[in-house]
């Protein structure tokens, strides 16, 4: 009888969650020249932006003569993005996302002055359809935009829509991540309150404005740094509800086949226990202890994979490990 052998090799846990409390915020004071314009370009098909803020006091139609307060915009004229908060001619108050050149759409304002709030903003094309989805209090509004023309090449402006001139803000913004990827409302609620440490996947973008002088660090290492030299802002000790404690996956505990096993099935089952938070699982087989070549690998949503036939040969010693996913990466 034709056997082979499987070997256990057990991952290190190298992820780890920054715990973050208070810190600063930036507070945008209304006026026509209190803006942030980043030079972190929305070109891009796929964008999404997300920020805490809390508004201070609602736009007026003086003396700027508009009544829209942007909070992240880019809006060249092409394929504008962005969104903000409105007054209404009934002197209600709405927030309002664009969805394509010159067009806005109304989401109903249900939040209160002074009241910090988690809002993200979701951008993508699809048969040259312009989409928005935005997501605040976990809610999720979609629009559909105008048909696609051209990517915007305009730079993205924190507390301002200064193309409507200037439509800035009378308010405090947090946390401000780019991510060029569709975000999920899962994921946008479960990361609302991390503070990332390290780069991660498709964050394009990332100001904490924790900083006091004048130069507020892109923490995504994309490097999009700048000097806060035109505009009136001020850092304020931040409220806002950014204080998760530190954590990672655990790294899962490999089961069966167990260590040192000997085999007689090509289409072994390979079974590791249930990591707490974990989204998905990443297993692979080698036949190479430094895994130089992957015989099999698949991300799975159990705590099981059943190798396919042909990806094993009898007489040869396998390895395997598995990882533990999150939207914030894996267990190692």
Not at 34 to 43: K, L
């Amino acid at each position: 009888m034709k056997k082979f052998f499987f070997v256990i090799l057990f991952l290190v846990s190298t992820k780890i969650l920054f715990s973050y409390n208070g810190g600063n915020a930036i507070v945008f004071n209304g006026s026509g020249s209190c803006y942030v314009t980043t030079n972190c370009s929305a070109s891009s098909d796929t964008l999404t932006t997300e920020c805490w803020v809390k508004i201070l006091q609602f736009p007026n139609p003086n003396p700027y003569n508009t009544s829209f307060a942007g909070i992240i915009c880019a809006d060249n004229g092409n394929y504008g993005k962005g969104f903000g908060i409105r007054t209404t001619t009934n002197g209600g108050h709405n927030w309002e996302v664009q969805v394509g050149t010159g067009s806005w759409q109304p989401c109903p304002f249900t939040n209160s002055l002074n009241e910090w709030i988690y809002v993200s903003c979701c951008y993508y094309k699809s048969n040259n359809i312009f989409y928005v989805k935005f997501i605040v209090n976990n809610v999720e509004y979609n629009y559909t935009g105008a048909n696609y023309t051209a990517s915007n090449t305009g730079n993205i402006q924190i507390g301002s829509d200064i193309s409507c001139g200037p439509c800035t803000i009378n308010g405090t913004i947090d946390e401000v991540k780019i991510w060029k990827k569709i975000r999920t409302v899962s994921e946008i609620s479960n990361g609302k309150n991390i503070s990332y440490i390290c780069p991660q996947q498709k964050l394009i973008a990332y100001w904490k404005f924790n900083e006091d002088g004048s130069l507020c660090y892109d923490s995504s290492g994309s490097g999009y740094n700048y000097l806060a030299t035109k505009f009136n802002t001020n850092s304020v000790a931040s409220t806002a509800e950014v204080n998760y404690s530190c954590s990672s996956l655990s790294n899962p505990i490999l089961l069966s086949p167990s260590n040192n096993s000997i085999n007689n099935s090509l289409t072994p089952t390979l079974f590791w226990n249930t990591v707490s938070n974990a989204l998905s699982y990443t297993v692979q087989v080698s036949s190479l202890i430094g895994f130089g070549i992957i015989n099999d690998s698949a991300t799975v949503t159990t705590n099981q994979h059943q190798i396919p036939n042909g990806k094993l040969n009898c007489a040869l010693t396998y390895y395997w490990r598995v990882r533990a996913n999150d939207e914030f990466g894996g267990s190692g």
